[in-house]
């Protein structure tokens, strides 16, 4: 139960209805006389103990992964000490079914599934109401997830179904950060679907319409910000799951208004950054000495590349070398600066004609992935498609020909969508290469050694992220402060003491790892000058009160 002090005391039904003060069965019979319940419950008290056993028990009874989700979802709505407690007792089973990726299935499904209430839905044609909407939230905010539901995971455009991830993102604010679950807010942005198969689903809950783009869009995006500054002037707003066209300039118009940021691009990078930094440590080698492909010019790609050639700078590098580090491809081949068609963001990081001037290859047209990894010889590849099987055997086979511990990243999720499996990438590199993804994978067997294979997951990087800048009272979220959690994640690394170990560490260890995190990123905030000053200890004493463990009262 939450402090009383903080809320009305609830009686009767009303406290068994409500999540974040429910104990069930766990109530004493003091309790049950002193509010109410007597008669309402079992006569058996139980302990938070037994109740968790009996929930995977329910839980394991469940036939498929969906079914699983949606019973997680349901014990999270009864009971979210519970439910919480239940994810930490199993959370490398359960984390994959909350979040990625049965979280996309359960997006495609939302309106078949949705059974309560969670997070406020604004919709375009209540977009004058917006004040009226966030003053039906009762109490204070701490962190916000919200997304517009045009880009879930590579599954496009899911409308009102885009709920599923603002949802499953502040789980793991609590799972992995310890964000106290009364002071998180899902938010939908519904601004309509170009999805016609939402559109015909007579059970669709969302506002039935085409996509509302334009100028249109920028304004209720403003009108949104600017009603979540008047009623939450301190919170932590994290914007998910854009389309790359409206992420970009979304982040860069309100990043100095307001302390957000964007996990898909500032969240990918830095866990994918944190792995490679893990990955070329392991091997021995220097981050600035790396040659990297990117295969996907989304604002994941170009988010992890401009993290790491921020990084590479920092090493002494100038800002033109390392440019020529990177080469990131789109639909039509490397992005270099002989090309008309490349937005600002991209021009960036964009390989100078000069440098292709000796490659073999025709450079008249487009020039393809394969004539990139045979000529630029990369040591790290990085894919960021959306797209299954776009890493094609005779590429990874021609990387491990010149590279002899290549690191290579399919993060693509769900599943479905991945690059190439593990397996895949450890048969053709002869087991040479360092792999993570971005959905979780099974150990691969190979030539009689087991391969752990570390989730490329966002949930090591923004949980921590909230955890630090909360419990330093940060005022904005910079490039450094991500920085400094890419490297306090490196520094967590099995790899680093066991090479043959995950470039990751145990999901089991997540909130150690969180601590660790809020730590780098709330003295970095401080260096900053962007969060109040304060000792390490001082620092370390307020991430402990901030982190929010589940256990009754």
Request: hydrophobic share 40%; proline share 6%.
């Amino acid at each position: 139960m939450t402090d009383e002090t903080d809320k009305p005391p609830l009686r009767g039904r009303a406290l068994v209805e409500s999540p974040l003060d429910n104990k069930g069965t766990a109530f004493t019979e003091q309790e049950r006389k002193n509010y109410g319940l007597l008669g309402l419950l079992p006569p058996h008290t139980e302990t938070l103990d037994e109740q968790a056993e009996r929930a995977y028990e329910a839980f394991c009874r469940k036939d498929s992964n969906i079914e699983k989700h949606i019973y997680l979802r349901q014990l999270q709505d009864e009971n979210e000490t519970l439910f919480y407690r239940l994810m930490l007792d199993h959370i490398r089973e359960m984390m994959p079914i909350v979040y990625t990726p049965v979280v996309g299935e359960a997006c495609e499904n939302f309106s078949h599934i949705y059974r309560r209430p969670r997070g406020i839905f604004v919709s375009y044609p209540e977009r004058d109401s917006m004040d009226e909407i966030l003053a039906n939230v009762s109490g204070d905010v701490d962190v916000i997830v919200v997304t517009d539901g045009e880009r879930i995971l590579g599954l496009g455009d899911q409308g009102a179904g885009g709920m599923g991830i603002p949802i499953g993102k502040l789980s793991l604010y609590t799972l992995c950060g310890g964000i106290h679950p009364a002071r998180t807010l899902p938010i939908l942005l519904d601004l309509g679907t170009n999805n016609q198969e939402r559109l015909n689903d007579p059970l669709y809950i969302g506002w039935r319409h085409e996509r509302i783009k334009g100028p249109e869009y920028d304004a209720f995006i403003e009108q949104f910000v600017q009603a979540v500054m008047r009623r939450f002037p301190d919170v932590l707003l994290q914007w998910e799951d854009f389309a790359s066209v409206d992420a970009e300039p979304i982040l860069e118009r309100y990043r100095d208004q307001l302390c957000t940021f964007n996990d898909d691009i500032q969240g990918t990078a830095a866990v994918t950054a944190g792995t490679i930094l893990a990955g070329v440590t392991a091997v021995g080698g220097e981050l600035q000495d790396q040659r990297i492909v990117m295969l996907g010019a989304g604002s994941a790609g170009v988010g992890i590349c401009s993290q790491l050639k921020r990084m590479m700078q920092r090493t002494g590098l100038s800002e033109e070398a390392a440019q020529q580090r990177f080469y990131i491809l789109d639909r039509d081949g490397l992005l270099y600066d002989g090309r008309d068609d490349l937005t600002e963001y991209s021009r960036a990081l964009a390989q100078p004609a000069a440098n292709l001037s000796g490659w073999d290859c025709d450079l008249s047209g487009a020039i393809s992935f394969a004539d990139v990894v045979r000529n630029a010889k990369p040591t790290v590849l990085i894919g960021a498609t959306g797209h299954a099987g776009a890493f094609p055997e005779e590429v990874i086979r021609e990387m491990a020909r010149h590279t002899e511990q290549p690191i290579i990243l399919p993060l693509s999720n769900p599943t479905s969508r991945v690059e190439a499996t593990p397996e895949q990438i450890l048969q053709w590199t002869d087991g040479k290469a360092l792999v993570a993804t971005g959905s979780p994978f099974d150990p691969v067997e190979h030539a009689g050694r087991t391969h752990v294979i570390a989730q490329c997951n966002n949930s090591y990087i923004f949980p921590a992220m909230g955890l630090g800048i909360l419990a330093s009272g940060a005022k904005r979220v910079t490039d450094e402060m991500f920085a400094a959690a890419a490297t306090a994640l490196k520094d967590c690394s099995p790899a680093l003491t066991d090479p043959t170990a995950s470039l990751l560490p145990s999901l089991e260890n997540v909130r150690d790892v969180g601590r660790h995190i809020a730590l780098a990123v709330g003295a970095e905030a401080q260096r900053q000058g962007v969060a109040e000053q304060t000792t390490p200890e001082e620092l370390q004493r307020r991430v402990e009160q901030t982190m929010w463990i589940p256990q009754y009262a």
